[in-house]
């Protein structure tokens, strides 16, 4: 029986872009190590509902660091808020999020809409949710 490590795992994980526009693309880490920063996240954050508008919180940073590399989250920081509007970041990050959930979990989304399946974050603000 063979030996597996985690990093062995991760050298077949194939690229997975996420593309916000024409000049905007982020390579998004969808191996087993993001699922762990996610649990550790959640257990350090266990009041996060959802990213602030400005991006400006430790938790938001970290939020993306889970999903993206550092250069990739701190671009994601420092220029989308010049770049769209508010209400536009927090739509791109749960659409980032939603992608990042299928990739890592095998989960479509668009499939398992019927079942009222949802990412385990409150991600969105209650205005722009939609109606259930």
């Known amino acids: ?46 009041d996060f509902q959802s990213i602030s508008y400005e991006l400006s919180e430790k938790a938001d940073r970290e939020f993306l660091e889970i999903m993206l590399c550092k250069n990739d989250a701190n671009k994601v920081i420092n220029e989308f808020k010049y770049k769209y509007k508010p209400q536009a970041i927090v739509y791109i990050i749960h659409e980032l999020l939603k992608f990042w959930l299928e990739q890592t979990t095998g989960t479509n989304f668009e499939k398992e809409g019927d079942k009222k399946i949802s990412p385990p974050i409150n991600w969105l603000h209650p205005r722009l949710r939609p109606n259930s």
């Open 1 to 46: 029986m063979a030996n597996f490590t985690l990093k062995d795992l991760e050298k077949y994980n194939e690229p997975d872009i996420f593309i916000v526009d024409e000049k905007t693309k982020f390579k998004v880490d969808t191996s087993a190590h993001s699922i762990l920063k996610y649990q550790q996240f959640v257990n350090k954050y266990k």
